[in-house]
């Protein structure tokens, strides 16, 4: 036998040279945004498989772990795990909101924060799903949670008649220090256990961020019924490394709610949008339905912004999530219920003012679509608007849409100028708007539907932020469907991790479908 017949043999026999052929392997490459995810290989590994960062374009021959794929037009999005955060059935049942949820990755993408509607707070191996530490809360919904930017302590705060902050050991969650809003804008009884909305009438944390000092920001905010009166307190806190306050704006609590905070840390900016639920005249020192700019390191107030009323539509006006503020951009923008989206100057000037889902008459009933969440990043504005609604002033507020409002259930892509850039319309219904902290990414949060029976839809889409002249539907990398409807509060790790926090759903015939948990999908 000539030497190239005994190489070709041992090629395919067992036990040439006394060695045996390895074993195939057995799976598939599946391909996610910037890598694969295979049974081996040099990576991180997770109950889905090893993630390996790998670079890909469609069409790419990929080779990982002794598996060859070709890759495809679009990424997949596959989940890693899922963590359960206990019964809301009773709540979702009797049609209550979505159960509210908040989650936040650790600074170095270990670890995810989960604060629950039931009071829960846990700390997850944000790769395995693994539970490291689980505290529950007594007669509390958990409102916020952040890390510091060293990862070694963990803020919480709480809806509930103390309204507590706490900073804790993230290992243990061993409070280090706590602090009670609710000695700054009052305490309530917790509400009957029929009341779906009564938490919401408790104090508690709205927005709670950590700055680049260390410092925490948080806004304080109460709205009761107060020996019959609708009362409203707020207070925007700073908050010291020790727990210490160290300023507050107002001074006293405002007869206001303060629901939204943006910051703009670079710029040493926030603002805050300026509502008001309380009975009587409002206070004349605040732009109640609009929005106060202040100086981040003294709490001063800057600019006071207030917008007039789409009449006849509306009669005041209202912002949820639509905020945020950019010194370098010199730039406010502001997304209102009615429909309307606004830019204006740090000086007050207004720049633009579109009005996507404005009330248009269909027929003889006017329809419009709500802004509820936008930003600004990269020199543009990026916002949502909702499905199609009748306007709360409208004689016929009552009465289901008779037909779809053109700019409904859509984002929005403007620049600063005012010229379009592009926007997405999808089947998904919109729910939340979540940037990546590089700027580079933007997570759509995909919500309950009432429309139609499709439960395919459920989940979260990544848009792509950068590169010029592409539309919507290019910008789309991937889709990562869950089993049900999610929260609008989701967030995205530095490596391209996606956690939302999914709520059972009432199905067609009133059955209560699906689960609350906490889900990561990469």
């Not at 374009?57 to 963590?83: M, W």
């Not at 927005?207 to 019959?228: I, R």
């Not at 006006?317 to 100057?345: E, H, K, P, Q, Y």
Request: negative net charge; contains cysteine.
């Amino acid at each position: 036998m000539s030497s190239r017949v005994g190489l070709f043999g041992c090629m395919f026999l067992i036990g040439c040279a006394g060695q045996s052929a390895p074993p195939p392997v057995v799976g598939e490459l599946v391909f996610v945004r910037g890598g694969v995810i295979a049974p081996s290989g040099e990576g991180v590994t997770t109950p889905a498989g090893v993630i390996v960062a790998h670079p890909w374009k469609p069409g790419d021959t990929v080779e990982v772990g002794g598996l060859s794929s070709v890759a495809p037009a679009r990424a997949a999005c596959t989940r890693l795990f899922s963590v359960d955060l206990g019964d809301v059935s009773r709540l979702v049942a009797m049609g209550g909101a979505a159960p509210n949820s908040t989650l936040a990755f650790s600074p170095d993408g270990t670890k995810l924060a989960v604060g629950s509607y039931r009071g829960e707070l846990l700390v997850l191996d944000a790769f395995t799903g693994d539970v490291l530490a689980r505290k529950s809360l007594a007669e509390t919904m958990v409102k916020e949670v952040d890390w510091s930017a060293d990862g070694e302590t963990l803020y919480a705060a709480e809806q509930s008649p103390d309204a507590m902050v706490y900073a804790m050991d993230p290992a243990t969650l061993t409070p280090r220090w706590t602090l009670r809003l609710a000695d700054f804008v009052g305490s309530s009884a917790p509400p009957p256990a029929e009341d779906l909305y009564g938490v919401y009438t408790l104090p508690g944390a709205y927005t709670q961020v950590v700055l680049p000092d260390g410092d925490l920001l948080v806004s304080a905010l109460h709205s009761w019924d107060l020996d019959g009166v609708k009362t409203n307190r707020s207070q925007i806190l700073r908050i010291g490394t020790d727990g210490t306050v160290t300023d507050r704006w107002p001074e006293e609590p405002a007869d206001a709610t303060f629901q939204h905070v943006a910051v703009d840390r670079a710029g040493g900016l926030i603002a805050v949008t300026i509502n008001r639920s309380a009975d009587g005249a409002p206070p004349t020192d605040l732009p109640v339905g609009g929005v106060m700019v202040l100086d981040l390191d003294t709490l001063t107030p800057m600019l006071p912004i207030m917008t007039e009323p789409l009449e006849p539509w509306f009669s005041y006006t209202f912002i949820w999530n639509g905020l945020a503020v950019s010194r370098a951009d010199d730039a406010v923008f502001m997304g209102f219920g009615d429909g309307r989206a606004r830019l204006l100057s740090l000086t007050g000037e207004s720049r633009l003012e579109l009005t996507t889902g404005a009330p248009i008459l269909a027929g003889d009933v006017p329809i419009h679509a709500s802004v509820g969440w936008g930003g600004i990043s990269a020199g543009r504005l990026i916002y949502s608007t909702s499905t199609t609604l009748i306007p709360y002033g409208a004689a016929s507020a009552s009465l289901r849409p008779p037909t779809a409002h053109p700019g409904e259930n859509t984002l929005w892509a403007v620049g600063l100028d005012g010229a379009a850039q592009w926007s997405w319309t999808g089947p998904q219904r919109i729910e939340g708007l979540s940037f990546a902290e590089d700027g580079r990414h933007l997570i759509v949060g995909a919500g309950d539907r009432k429309t139609d029976e499709r439960r395919d839809l459920y989940g979260a889409l990544v848009f792509s932020l950068t590169g010029a002249d592409r539309s919507g539907e290019e910008r789309l990398e991937a889709f990562c469907q869950t089993e049900g409807p999610v929260f609008f509060r989701h967030t995205l790790s530095a490596d391209g991790r996606v956690a939302v926090a999914e709520h059972p759903y009432t199905d067609t015939d009133g059955t209560v479908k699906g689960h609350y948990q906490v889900t990561v999908l990469r």
